[in-house]
């Protein structure tokens, strides 16, 4: 049933000035702190057009993550949880999503703010923001 | 400064309607197609207490995409994109993005609404929706 293994290559990689655990917040969102994402030469043309866009997706591998963690207590709270049902950078495939600004492209770097992501971090995959696909509906 | 290549392995399969290409629609969220996630007994523990979330995030390996496609001109409009801009299943690493309405859990599947994948489509990570996270901020 289960598949052979998936290999992903980096995309590019993650400026921050976020070096160690205790430097990243809790979620990027929450805070106001600015990151480059610089993409490899050979990406480049997959950011085509992306000046157009306000707020991106950013997928990146939590190479720093603890894959064996299934069950966590989310911090503030006092009860765990499957790490399916929370946000923990722990679980099996450490793919972290974070919802960005963007702020300024520059050749193949992009300017973002709001990325909980430490400096040297590999991206994998950068995706536009849809209010209409990426929101919960009404009713 | 890229990094080596990056192995996943999928936490479970979709079972869906969807068998071939022109079945499934431009994007789950767009359809009220019912499907289920059967995650690897292996995982399970990662579901505990999921059954309180209403919407998810599913996280697949689009194993059809073709990961050379690096511009795309997105359906429905008339100009090329950089894929890193757009939705297209196709990028350098296929892993989609898709939010989910949770519908049931019984023993280690999930019956959820909205999954845009075809039938065996590895899935690679499963989170829970937070609006204060994934929503853009105003102002």
């Not at 490899?40 to 720093?64: M, S, T």
């Not at 069950?71 to 499957?82: C, D, F, L, N």
Request: with cysteine.
């Amino acid at each position: 049933m289960t598949s052979e293994p998936i290999e992903l290559h980096a995309v590019g990689n993650v400026r921050s000035p976020y070096k160690e655990k205790g430097d990243a917040p809790r979620q990027g969102r929450f805070s106001d702190t600015i990151s480059e994402i610089v993409v490899d030469e050979r990406y480049r043309p997959a950011l085509y057009q992306i000046e157009g866009q306000k707020h991106l997706w950013v997928l990146c591998w939590f190479d720093r993550a603890d894959r064996a963690v299934l069950r966590a207590i989310p911090p503030g709270t006092v009860s765990e949880k499957g790490v399916f049902a929370i946000r923990s950078p722990d679980r099996p495939n450490p793919v972290s999503l974070c919802l960005v600004d963007l702020l300024e492209v520059k050749d193949s770097v992009l300017k973002v703010r709001g990325l909980d992501a430490f400096d040297g971090t590999p991206v994998i995959d950068i995706k536009v923001y849809s209010a209409e696909i990426d929101g919960v509906r009404q009713g």
